[in-house]
């Protein structure tokens, strides 16, 4: 039996625009084989394998659960470890997918220098990479839920919204630093900066009703406020005063984020290899 051609292939001005998104799915093959590398590298050789996953907002946790019960920072009731960790699910999933999409281009500069193919899957593995490792912690919340006696309520058929609301977020973000990153390479030094102060201005290690009235308006535009508030009402059932316009605000700052950072990142795209 002879194999099956393969697809032809067609050369014409024009036809990347024209095939772009199309293209995006013919090479699905090569978003999975980049995901797959990007865990494979991250896990190899190492002594305690996907536990890495785990070892950093494990050590947040310990760290946040001390220094809350410390100042008495109000829990609702919930357990100060289950209460951080909730929190922190969505902001290491954000922060690792930003780390690893930002220099996603850079590491790739040998293969996006020598053949076609549409730029927008190099980021995108990366944030699914960070996906992998943020459903490892979602296991390792759930024994924690189970070790201290927490159950989830109704509002858990919620999570997969805010999830994907953290995932747009983290592929939007993603995009723009990126793109900026192929041609300014300072945002390599800049990263880490907006990372660390993120989580000190996002409610992991508090809850949102501490922050007075009249700042709340400013405070919300940090999408990452709609996000982790909509995380503890959907596993622990906590809704904060003014947790549906904090979502609200999130989804529509996320929204711009990500349609902003296509644009962006499509209209830089054919610019990579050469400054690349």
């Known amino acids: 039996m002879n194999p099956s051609p393969l697809p032809p292939l067609v050369i014409e001005a ?11 799915w013919r090479y699905r093959e090569l978003f999975a ?42 829990t609702g009731g919930v357990p100060r470890p289950v209460f951080v960790f909730v929190a922190l699910l969505p902001w290491q999933f954000f922060s690792a997918s930003l780390s690893g999409a930002s220099n996603s281009l850079v590491s790739n500069a040998h293969l996006i220098s020598k053949v076609y193919f ?37 509002a858990i058929v919620a999570l997969p919204l805010f999830v994907l609301l953290a995932f747009c977020a ?56 709609g996000i982790i508030d909509g995380f503890r009402w959907s596993v622990l059932g906590q809704a904060t005063g003014s947790l549906w316009q904090c979502v609200g605000t999130s989804a ?3 929204t711009a984020v990500l349609f902003s950072g296509i644009w962006y990142f499509r209209r830089t795209e054919k610019t990579f290899a050469d400054v690349i």
Do not use: C
């Open 170 to 225: 983290s592929l939007g973000a993603g995009l723009w630093l990126t793109a900026l990153n192929v041609k300014y390479r300072d945002f390599r030094f800049v990263l880490p900066f907006i990372v660390q102060f993120g989580l000190y201005i996002s409610p992991v290690a508090f809850t949102s009703d501490i922050v007075p009235e009249r700042w709340r308006p400013l405070y919300s535009l940090n999408p990452l406020v």
């Open 118 to 154: 549409p730029r927008l899957i190099v980021p995108l593995s990366a944030v699914a990479t960070s996906l992998v490792d943020f459903l490892i912690s979602a296991v390792f919340l759930a024994v924690l839920m189970a070790v201290y006696g927490v159950a989830p309520g109704p």
């Open 33 to 74: 084989f980049l995901a797959w590398r990007d865990l494979l590298v991250r896990y190899k050789q190492t002594a305690i394998g996907v536990a890495w996953a785990l070892l950093q907002p494990f050590l947040t946790m310990v760290v946040f659960t001390v220094f809350g019960a410390w100042l008495a920072v109000p």
């Open 252 to 254: 529509a700052i996320v």
């Open 14 to 24: 024009g036809r990347t625009e024209r095939h772009y998104w199309a293209d995006l």
